[in-house]
């Protein structure tokens, strides 16, 4: 089944073979093709370059192509503030000292704002991978889009105006449906709602002001555009689930504050999908590759079998994740069974396997070696090799080549005797090359050559 | 139900102006002005507190509780200025260079004002000379630092530094808090404490005074 | 055929100088297209005498930076006429920034560029408190620094900061009631800040229409109009009341209703900007005159 396949049929609430995998590589994409978070957000020819390697490097079954919450609040007159490793901030409130609502006609149009290079990057992602790949279109949810024009106060008026707030997020609403127009227009597979705030506030509130809401937005998706939606929370919403599952999106998705099995124990009465939640900071940001591999391969563990459940980060990577990890956390979600065998193999009893390191320093020629999970299942593996294959055609005898999968235990046991972490990576002669990052053929070649 | 149970609970439901009325009339009837702060207003805060914490209550019922607390406390303040009695300790706080985040810092401050601790709230944005600087003019015995996203919280290393640099890092105790930090960061940068939420930073900074 | 673009804040004079401007221009045909608070200024006599056509543009394309397709509509049919010029009263609300691009489609048209009035005592006020204020200054080739007769020099030097700081290559004529001379048009240009990178909007604009009953009386009219006044820009409206018709005209604090001839619809139309309470105001206004004053929802699903 192709990709996409999958995670649609799993949006249709299929079983399927294995659970599909969604990497919310937003800023974090540019961290690929060595561009800051502003570019990414703003430069469309370096988004499309970052999104297609995202492709191809993480496997996505399903990817998005922008993140960022600011886009409707900028529009809207909101000022932003950027940032070189994240996704700008609002750093002012229009509606903070003008509680009113705004005119109609002030509503998100194809040629506001970013607009135009984001539907662009959206169209040309669609050509590109669109056969393969779901495409994810990212809006700001109307709790969130209603607290970046009014501001904290926006709490407060919960209490004092509550047609206030209600107003604003019927106003906000139609924000969310002239963005939703324009994503499906511009080929968008699952229309995602972004609204981390939804858990900062109680039940009731949730059901006071935000039901109807979601519900109309989750309505227009599925009757009137008929595509796929999503509904994605921030922080600890657990309490929240439920009365999410109740505005009827195809799925949600959350992040590390929630226990995902039993929010999925929830969602599943309400036959929604569950996505989620590898942790951004402590798993994906400082942990290691294997520790990416371990969290997924124990999450999946705990499933009955693949169904209504999407593989995703927390939320947005941070931009600094190493590519390694996302890497692991790809492998583990696309080959389950070998991955097991993998963190299995690397938590237990590999110690006592001897290797012999060969000796880097007298060699007769020099000595590539690629390190990879494994290149026939890995797909940055497999670009890895590609690459080392290519450069030997090119040295054929002058130099040597090997390959250690990381699905032998031996090659795990010396893996950790030389002290490899990150997979996949290119050593040459002992030294380490090329980690993660695939190296274009002029890099490898001027690398052997430098030994040579 | 005492005049000091209604304004406890009164406070918790958001009722500012009941809570100014009943201050005010508590004041009237002769009541010690530290008993009403104490048993009205900050008992009435506290179980906000620990309602936040155990999810019981968000980020609505904080804000206008705290709206609440700071209409009674507005009667009180005079009083308290006459008869002497001062905050139990003074605080620094605020979001850090490049994050803009005030959510979590402005219940922080809620919180320690609930405990009936004196902040000053150096808002979001705030640039380590900053701290320290409000620190020393201030003399403030606690800086909390607060922020959200990843790429900020390095920050905190540098008011760490900064402390010690300025030579005051004895003095005072550093706290911080936000989603991405957690006990093992807050001891790598060499903080002195990391809180989960509001309520547990309010009890931990309002501890170290009374110890 | 020209095309000649007038912009300016509320109440900074656009429809006298209209009325200087059509003059200077004669006795080419022209074909003037004006936002619904400019009709009633321009004297229907003097157009015939000039051999020149009105057209209005009308609700919904008050922030004319969004609902453009009105203003082309309008646009067309003028074209189809073939004027000598087309002048255009942007309304003092507009965000122009988008003009010449759109203008751009029309190869009959010779974009001159756009002309902005100022009021040189209240520029401070509305530069702040208004975006388009500032786009408007940034597009103009020509500034008309108006009511320089009622301004203090400082008042005068304040105002021409601001409108450098909009528009570096702004050329400022000093003017009052409007006039304007016609070696003044030498320096307008298209200017090239037209081309603004993107388009981002002033969502604190504010516009609100009240139905007025018949029953209401003068006076209680009068009053009304002073409690909104303090929180609107601009209010008009043609009223047919208790006690004879009324044209209700407000700028700022600035209430007029004065006996009126013409037709009447009774709907008094607000418009106001950041700061300004509007919302608040039109619901202590619908709770105190609940017999007489009702909110017409037009905009919510316009757009």
Redesign the interface.
């Known amino acids: 089944m192709n990709p996409k396949e999958l995670l649609f049929s799993t949006l249709r609430h299929e079983v399927t073979e294995r659970a599909p995998w969604v990497p919310f590589a937003g800023v974090h994409a540019g961290k690929l093709t060595g561009v800051d978070a502003t570019e990414i957000l703003t430069d469309e020819d370096k988004l499309v370059d970052a999104l297609m390697e995202v492709n191809r490097l993480y496997k996505p079954d399903g990817q998005p192509v922008v993140f960022d919450l600011q886009l409707e609040a900028e529009i809207l007159g909101c000022d932003l503030v950027w940032s070189k490793d994240g996704p700008p901030s609002v750093a002012n409130h229009p509606l903070a000292d003008t509680m009113n609502i705004p005119c109609r006609c002030t509503l998100p149009t194809p040629d506001a704002g970013r607009m135009p290079m984001v539907l662009s990057a959206m169209r040309r992602m669609k050509a590109a991978v669109g056969e393969t790949t779901a495409l994810y279109g990212l809006l700001c949810g109307p709790f969130t889009l209603a607290s970046h024009l009014r501001g904290n106060d926006i709490f407060m008026d919960m209490y004092d105006d509550d047609e206030y707030v209600k107003d604003l997020m019927s106003f906000c609403v139609d924000s969310g449906k002239k963005m939703i127009d324009m994503f499906v227009d511009a080929g968008m597979d699952v229309i995602a709602i972004v609204d981390p705030l939804v858990s900062q506030i109680s039940v009731d509130h949730f059901e006071e002001f935000l039901s109807e809401p979601f519900a109309e937005l989750f309505r227009y998706i599925r009757e009137e555009k008929k595509v796929f939606s999503s509904f994605f929370v921030c922080g600890n919403a657990t309490r929240n689930i439920e009365v999410m599952c109740k505005t009827a999106p195809d799925s949600i998705s959350v992040d590390e504050n929630v226990d995902i099995i039993a929010a999925k124990a929830v969602c599943d009465q309400y036959n929604v999908v569950i996505g989620g939640n590898i942790p951004l900071t402590s798993v994906m940001l400082h942990g290691t590759q294997q520790d990416n591999m371990k969290f997924v391969v124990d999450m999946l563990a705990k499933l009955d079998e693949y169904k209504n459940f999407i593989v995703a980060p927390g939320c947005d990577m941070p931009y600094a994740v190493p590519v390694e990890n996302t890497i692991g956390a790809a492998q583990a979600v696309l080959n389950t069974a070998d991955s097991a065998e993998m963190v299995k193999n690397y938590t237990s009893a590999t110690f006592d396997i001897e290797v012999e390191l060969p000796d880097y320093e007298n060699l007769e020629r020099p000595l590539v070696e690629v390190f990879t999970l494994d290149s026939a299942t890995c797909a940055a593996c497999t670009y890895m090799m590609g690459a080392a294959n290519v450069v030997k055609g090119t040295f054929r005898e002058k130099i040597d080549l090997v390959e250690y999968k990381f699905t032998e235990k031996e090659n795990i046991a010396r893996c950790m005797k030389m002290g490899v972490t990150n997979l996949p990576c290119i050593y040459i002669n002992g030294q380490l090359k090329f980690s993660s990052i695939i190296p274009s053929t002029e890099e490898l070649e001027e690398a052997v050559n430098e030994v040579l | 139900m005492s005049i000091l149970n209604e304004i406890s609970e009164n406070l918790q439901k958001?009722k500012a102006k009941i809570v100014k009325e009943l201050v005010q009339q508590a004041v009237d009837e002769g009541i010690p002005v530290k008993q009403i702060l104490d048993e009205g207003l900050l008992s009435g805060m506290s179980i906000i507190g620990v309602k936040f914490k155990n999810?019981e209550?968000?980020?609505?019922?904080v804000?206008?509780a705290a709206?609440a607390m700071n209409m009674g406390a507005q009667v009180l303040k005079p009083l308290l200025v006459e008869s002497g009695i001062e905050a139990v300790g003074k605080v620094c706080l605020g979001t850090v260079k490049?994050?803009?985040?005030?959510?979590g810092k402005?219940l922080v401050k809620m919180m320690l004002e609930g405990k009936g601790l004196e902040v000053i709230d150096l808002g979001t944005d705030v640039p380590p000379e900053k701290f320290i600087e409000t620190a020393q003019n201030e003399n403030c015995d606690v800086i909390c630092c607060s922020a959200l996203?990843?790429?900020t919280m390095g920050v905190m290393q540098e008011v760490v530094d900064a402390a010690k640099n300025a030579g005051i890092r004895e003095k005072v105790k550093i706290m911080v808090g936000g989603?991405?930090v957690?006990q093992n960061f807050c001891e790598q940068i060499g903080a002195d404490y990391y809180t989960p939420d509001a309520a547990t930073c309010a009890e931990v900074a309002v501890g170290l005074f009374s110890a | 055929m020209k095309f000649y673009l007038i912009t300016g804040f509320l109440g900074a004079g656009k429809t006298t100088f209209l009325k200087n401007f059509i003059r200077l221009l004669a006795p080419k045909r022209i074909f003037l297209i004006i936002n619904e608070f400019g009709k009633e200024g321009v004297d229907g006599k003097l157009l015939r005498e000039m051999n020149s056509v009105l057209a209005e543009i009308n609700n919904g394309s008050i922030f004319c930076s969004c609902r453009l397709d009105k203003f082309e509509e309008t646009l067309a049919t003028a074209i189809a006429q073939k004027p000598d010029v087309i002048v255009t009263e942007a309304s003092g609300l507009a965000d122009p920034t988008n003009i010449s691009h759109l203008l751009s489609k029309y190869s009959e048209i010779s974009y001159e560029g756009s002309i902005c009035l100022a009021d040189a005592v209240q520029l401070p006020r509305v530069y702040h408190t208004a975006v388009v204020a500032h786009k408007q200054l940034a597009v103009a080739g020509l500034v008309l620094l108006n009511k320089t007769d009622i301004a203090k020099p400082e008042q005068k030097e304040a105002a021409r900061e601001l409108i450098l700081q909009a528009n570096p290559l702004a050329h400022i004529e000093e003017t009052e009631y409007g006039r304007i001379k016609s070696d003044w048009l030498k320096h307008l240009k298209p200017s090239s800040a037209q081309e603004m990178a993107s388009e981002l909007r002033d969502i604190t604009l504010q516009k609100s229409t009240l139905e007025v009953s018949f029953n209401m009386s003068r006076d209680m009219m009068l009053h009304c109009l002073k409690q909104l006044s303090e929180s609107t820009y601009r209010m008009k409206g043609f009223l047919k009341l208790a006690d004879g018709n009324f044209y209700a005209d407000c700028t700022g604090p600035d209430v007029q209703l004065k006996p009126w001839q013409g037709e009447t619809n009774n709907r008094l139309v607000l418009l106001a900007g950041r700061g300004m309470p509007l919302r608040k105001a039109i619901k202590q206004a619908l709770s105190w005159y609940d017999k007489y004053l009702t909110m017409i929802k037009e905009d919510e699903h316009d757009g």
């Open positions: 958001g999810n209550v968000f980020v609505p019922e804000l206008v709206r490049g994050d803009l985040h005030d959510i402005n996203l990843t790429t989603a991405p957690n």
